[in-house]
């Protein structure tokens, strides 16, 4: 059996440097050929069909039908309007899967198989920029009004001062309270308003004794909160200098404290998935939520409690910088490197980055809420909305988005958000917060290394 | 017996049944957790619809996954054959380093296949979708394992009736491992069926898309609906189930009536 | 050598056993030129990805390093520890369980066997959604399992199943078991048709009860199969994505993932590495193909 092992290794071996002589001859070649150059040019290829902005097909890579796909449709339908005979293609691909496809195809060097636009996650928008700047068109010269975007928004897409990413949907994070619950326990929504995280955990406590239900629900480990807890100071777990900025950073431990304070008093109720999550406030076991404003689809998925619900900003920090507003989610649309760029551009600047018309089809249709500031002032925003009360919800949130600290989230961002949240698994166990804080920047560390 | 087998049936049963009655019911109902059909089966059903071409989906599913059976099931059975009926020392060392390729996890290899089939030009494209599991070490050892139960003296018997090696496989030993084929069959077109990962990264083009990769994409926004899921799910499982139903007598009936 | 030492025992004509070894040749070479092309080429790929870091078009070569960087690294040796609890436990009592089932699915007096089959074997055939769905529900906080423990008195108040180390990996076991004891009582099923009843009938003559029936004739007949199965989820195990990734995504922490699912998130969720990815896979092939070969050691004897 030992001579069978050394004979089938041997062989491996054998195959193995073949293959990779053979590689560097045969391989090579094609995999220049194919990439472009390595600054992306301006220029459309020269293998699209047609360089003309008039008519023209793009392909784009987006999810969620009822959502992104829906807004790609309508903005697809006003273009056509003003350019006759303009196509959109849209694959429908899951966020995760779309990582998947453009990691490999980064990896694998065949980036003739990207599409023109691509939607892309904000949070991992600067890591997949930094990672494979191969892969997409720096658009800050295109003529896109990237100043009419909420700041923080657009930030999410820039790397280096330069803009990578048409802002799309808000993330803007909000309250979201049964107002019903509220009342039985003597409060309404004014009194959420503006608070620090104490004071939101002192109300939470004693409408959780008189109505004995928790305020909120979230996934375990409480990573997101501590995310959004941080931007809504203007903190990142980054320095600079792209160092992790884990171990000692007060804001932080602050916002930590507070997580394990609202769990502890039992004003946040830890579930352990997204299903769950979304139970927690559809089967009325909670009396709320704090998220991303695209919550409010599954909110008001439970018919049965409309009109009892109402919108707030969040709670603050109670530190230097601390302020009521944050972001948590979202998405920008990425033109690529293997795009018909003139004609991809000038899409989206007449779509996404230009037309109010959009904006006020795809708020009501799909609950898409923009970061383009014109399209705030459509009356469409300003409608009371009867399943919250008659609230012009809408208007609120982008109002509250306007105030967003702007962070830099680095090529980092996702593992620093679990090696955070492993940790307070850790703390919540009973671990000293500073020893459990120290490895997760060593986590942290050892990963970057 | 029956008791534990009754248990054992029931336990197996219960999520399947669970996605069914689900399929019938609005996301709410199914997050609050009813266990009653519900009447939202037709919404469901307008729904998933308007949201995914389950039609394309399903008819590429399908002929991705009869073709990648009948071929791989062809060439595995051919192999098989070839190692356990002209057993030699060499092609066991051969069957043994052909393991070797089932023990890389896929993540490892799929971008340098991906590679490899997209350097072809055949993304997008059934045989591209086939290639990389068109042979599998696992099936050809399935009819190893199974061929070594055959018994040999038919085989000598068929070469004094003259029959040729070719005509042996397909007439004689063909018809007699009905057990084995039906449960390759059985295995292959479910785990054709439902290879998710792979088709993910070659199908770029919306017609090209499978039933896995639509499910998936229907768990993808932000506001999940439960019930246009189960659904998509009990159309995707009902293929396999009828395979399995409708093959599943042949694992019983076997070989044993048809020796001497 | 291995010629004459293989016509000295099988055939006493030597151009014969020739021309019958090539056409065995024959037979396999399709199979196997496919799996040499499609599985060998990307592995050795794969491996010399292994040997360079870095992202995109950015990758260099590293040497050994990320090998070496796989013995620093505390959430591989965690991953690999929680893989192999799941391997020990679990595919012996799959392997056991789906042998039982398909000896008692085999009675030919056994009324209603196409249903008992069809329903043992659904399970694999769920939609890996739905069955995370399914099994998540159930064991939540105010889900099925604690509801019923509950009731039955045997616990006080729900146990947080998903939400503590121990029982999210009993939970990644118990998914297991419930989708894949059909699957392997399949391969037994076909196996045993190629069994001769008349064996049986000697030892019931004999005297021999259902239960050594089953221990001195079953196991011992189905020995190939039984292999090929320990083989296969032995794999299939040590490669484990799908349960990790969906049932329970590896929490509380990282305590109930797996190294596939580690695999899987180094390479695609969040920073790509795919060189440190490729690294840990091969890591996972030596430790599985060392496995199966001491399988293969213990069970291939003819």
């Keep these: ?449 | 017996m029956y008791v534990f087998l009754a248990i054992a049936a029931f336990l197996s049963i219960f999520p399947l049944l669970w996605t069914a009655i689900s399929a019938t019911n609005s996301s709410v109902d199914i997050i609050r957790g009813t266990m009653l059909p519900g009447t939202y089966l037709l919404q469901n059903l307008n729904q998933l619809l308007e949201m995914a071409d389950v039609r394309t989906a399903f008819i590429n599913s399908a002929r991705n996954a009869v073709l990648l059976t009948f071929c791989s099931v062809l060439i595995c059975s051919l192999a098989g054959y070839g190692f356990e009926i002209y057993h030699s020392k060499a092609k066991d060392r051969v069957m043994s380093m052909l393991l070797l390729s089932m023990m890389v996890p896929f993540v490892a290899v799929m971008i340098p296949l991906f590679q490899l089939v997209s350097n072809m030009g055949l993304l997008d494209s059934t045989i591209g979708f086939m290639l990389p599991t068109l042979a599998t070490a696992f099936l050809v050892m399935f009819f190893r394992q199974n061929i070594r139960s055959f018994p040999h003296e038919m085989i000598e018997a068929a070469r004094i009736d003259g029959l040729n090696e070719i005509s042996i496989f397909f007439r004689i030993f063909m018809p007699t491992m009905k057990s084995t084929y039906a449960a390759a069959i059985t295995i292959t077109f479910m785990a054709a069926w439902n290879v998710f990962l792979w088709p993910r990264i070659i199908m770029m083009d919306p017609a090209s898309i499978t039933m896995p990769m639509l499910i998936s994409n229907l768990t993808a926004g932000y506001v999940t609906d439960f019930g246009v899921i189960m659904l998509a799910v009990m159309i995707a499982t009902l293929p396999t189930i009828l395979i399995f139903f409708f093959l599943q007598k042949y694992f019983a009936e076997g070989i044993a009536g048809t020796i001497k | 050598m291995q010629m004459s030492e293989r016509a000295i025992t099988r055939k006493p004509k030597l151009s014969l056993a020739q021309k019958r070894g090539l056409t065995g040749w024959a037979f396999l070479a399709v199979a196997a030129g496919l799996i040499i092309w499609m599985n060998f080429y990307p592995m050795v790929r794969g491996f010399y990805i292994a040997l360079q870091s870095g992202v995109g078009a950015n990758m260099q070569f590293a040497g050994d390093l990320n090998f070496r960087r796989l013995f620093a690294d505390p959430q591989f040796r965690q991953t690999i520890s929680t893989t192999f609890l799941y391997l020990v436990v679990q595919v012996p009592i799959m392997l056991l369980t789906a042998l039982a089932l398909a000896s008692m699915l085999n009675n030919r007096n056994l009324k209603g066997r196409g249903i008992f089959r069809t329903a043992i074997f659904l399970p694999c055939t769920v939609g890996l959604v739905a069955y995370a769905l399914v099994f998540r529900q159930m064991f939540a906080f105010d889900g099925l399992i604690n509801t019923i423990l509950i009731n039955v008195g045997i616990l006080e108040t729900g146990h947080n199943w998903l939400g503590t180390a121990w029982s999210a990996r009993l939970v990644i076991i118990l998914g297991l078991l419930w989708r894949w004891t059909g699957f392997n009582m399949i391969f037994y099923l076909a196996g045993l048709q190629n069994i001769d009843r008349s064996i049986y009938e000697a030892a019931r003559i004999d005297g021999a009860n259902p239960f050594q029936q089953f221990w001195k004739i079953t196991i011992p007949l189905l020995r190939p199969v039984i292999l090929l199965t320990a083989i296969m989820s032995t794999n299939g195990t040590l490669q484990l994505l799908d349960e990790s990734l969906n049932l329970t995504m590896g929490g509380p922490g990282i305590t109930s993932r797996t190294m596939a699912h580690q695999i899987f998130a180094t390479a695609f969720q969040g920073n790509p590495n795919i060189g440190y990815a490729s690294a840990m896979a091969f890591v996972i092939f030596v430790m599985v193909a060392v496995l199966a070969l001491l399988q293969m050691k213990v069970g291939d004897k003819r």
């Design chain 1, 1 to 449: 059996m030992k001579k069978f092992l050394a004979i089938v290794l041997s062989v491996l071996m054998l195959v193995a440097l073949v293959a990779c002589g053979a590689t560097t001859t045969t391989e090579t070649p094609p995999v220049e050929a194919e990439t472009p150059a390595p600054t992306p040019a301006q220029t459309p290829d020269e293998d699209e069909e047609d360089d003309e902005p008039a008519g023209g097909t793009l392909t784009v890579w987006c999810w969620d039908p009822t959502f992104n796909i829906f807004a790609m449709e309508e903005a697809a339908r006003i273009y056509a309007e003003m350019n006759p005979g303009f196509e959109l293609n849209i694959v429908d691909m899951a966020w995760d899967d779309i990582q998947i496809a453009l990691t490999t195809a980064a990896t694998a060097g065949n980036l003739d198989v990207l599409p023109d636009i691509v939607l892309m996650q904000d949070n991992a928008f600067q890591m997949n920029v930094i990672n494979f700047p191969e892969l997409f068109l720096d658009l800050t010269n295109s003529g896109i009004p990237f100043n009419e975007f909420a700041a923080a928004k657009a930030g999410m897409s820039m790397v280096n001062g330069n803009n990578f990413g048409v802002p799309f949907d808000n993330g803007t994070t909000i309250t979201a309270l049964r107002t019903d619950v509220l009342e039985e326990a003597g409060y309404t929504m004014e009194d959420f308003e503006n608070v620090t995280w104490n004071e939101f955990i002192e109300l939470g406590r004693s409408v959780l004794a008189q109505t004995g239900m928790p305020l909120l629900a979230t996934e375990a480990g409480g990573g997101d909160y501590i995310a959004f807890m941080l931007q809504s100071a203007g903190v990142s777990l980054f320095n600079a200098d792209g160092s992790p900025n884990i171990a000692d950073n007060a804001a932080l431990i602050e916002a930590i404290n507070v997580y394990l304070e609202l769990v502890e008093s039992g004003v946040v109720l830890e579930v352990n998935n997204w299903d769950e999550y979304i139970g927690s406030f559809v089967n009325g076991t909670v009396a709320g939520t704090i998220a991303g404003c695209w919550i409010l689809g599954s909110v008001q998925s439970a018919d049965d409690q409309a009109g009892n619900w109402g919108v707030m900003s969040i709670p603050r920090l109670d530190i230097p910088g601390g302020t009521n507003y944050s972001n948590w989610g979202g998405s920008s649309w990425a033109v690529t490197s293997n795009a018909n760029a003139e004609l991809a551009i000038d899409f989206l600047r007449h779509t996404f980055a230009g037309s109010t018309e959009l904006y006020e089809v795809i708020l009501p249709a799909a609950g898409a809420l923009s970061t383009w500031a014109p399209a705030a002032n459509s009356t469409v925003y300003a409608e009371p909305q009867p399943f919250f009360g008659g609230q012009a919800v809408f208007a609120d949130i982008v109002r509250f988005s306007g105030n967003v600290p702007a962070i830099t989230t680095g090529v980092f961002f996702y593992e620093a958000r679990d090696a955070v949240g492993f940790a307070v698994v850790d703390i919540l166990g009973g671990a000293d917060i500073e020893q459990a804080l120290q490895e997760a920047q060593d986590l942290l560390v050892f990963q970057i290394g």
